[in-house]
């Protein structure tokens, strides 16, 4: 059974830091790519960070760009979001996404494979 695991979400002030991990199990193969969204209540999940895992290239959505880094550990089949500098409109449930696609895993029409979802708390 392929399975998403999220772990790594808590609260935390604005202008801290989180490093969000999702363990990724049952895959035959580590998929093409995988990525990060997030959903607030009310509002349409988000594509936050995804990585093409063959080739190591990634993409940002503007709202993070320079303050959060997509990586992966392909020998502990893991993906990682290092996030910096938070503030309030972090605050969210981060998903862990992955797919067969060839493309950055950004589009949450083209994922395959969700995670349940870690919570990231910020406050003032």
Do not use: H
């Given at each position: 059974?392929?399975?998403?695991?999220?772990?790594?979400?808590g609260s935390v002030q604005a202008g801290g830091s989180l490093r969000l991990?999702?363990?990724?199990?049952?895959?035959?193969?580590?998929?093409?790519?995988?990525?990060?969204?997030?959903?607030?209540?009310?509002?349409?999940?988000?594509?936050?960070?995804?990585?093409?895992?063959?080739?190591?290239?990634?993409?940002?959505?503007?709202?993070?760009?320079?303050?959060?880094?997509?990586?992966?550990?392909?020998?502990?089949?893991?993906?990682?979001?290092?996030?910096?500098?938070?503030?309030?409109?972090?605050?969210?449930?981060?998903?862990?996404?992955?797919?067969?696609?060839?493309?950055?895993?950004?589009?949450?029409?083209?994922?395959?494979?969700?995670g349940k979802g870690t919570l990231v708390t910020i406050s003032s």
């Amino acid at each position: 059974e392929v399975q998403l695991v999220e772990s790594g979400g808590g609260s935390v002030q604005a202008g801290g830091s989180l490093r969000l991990s999702c363990a990724a199990a049952g895959f035959t193969s580590i998929p093409p790519c995988m990525g990060w969204f997030r959903q607030v209540p009310g509002k349409a999940r988000e594509g936050v960070a995804g990585i093409r895992t063959q080739f190591g290239s990634t993409y940002y959505a503007d709202s993070v760009k320079g303050r959060f880094t997509i990586s992966q550990d392909n020998a502990k089949n893991t993906l990682y979001l290092e996030m910096n500098s938070l503030s309030l409109e972090d605050t969210a449930t981060y998903y862990c996404a992955a797919a067969w696609s060839s493309s950055y895993c950004s589009n949450y029409y083209s994922i395959q494979y969700w995670g349940k979802g870690t919570l990231v708390t910020i406050s003032s």
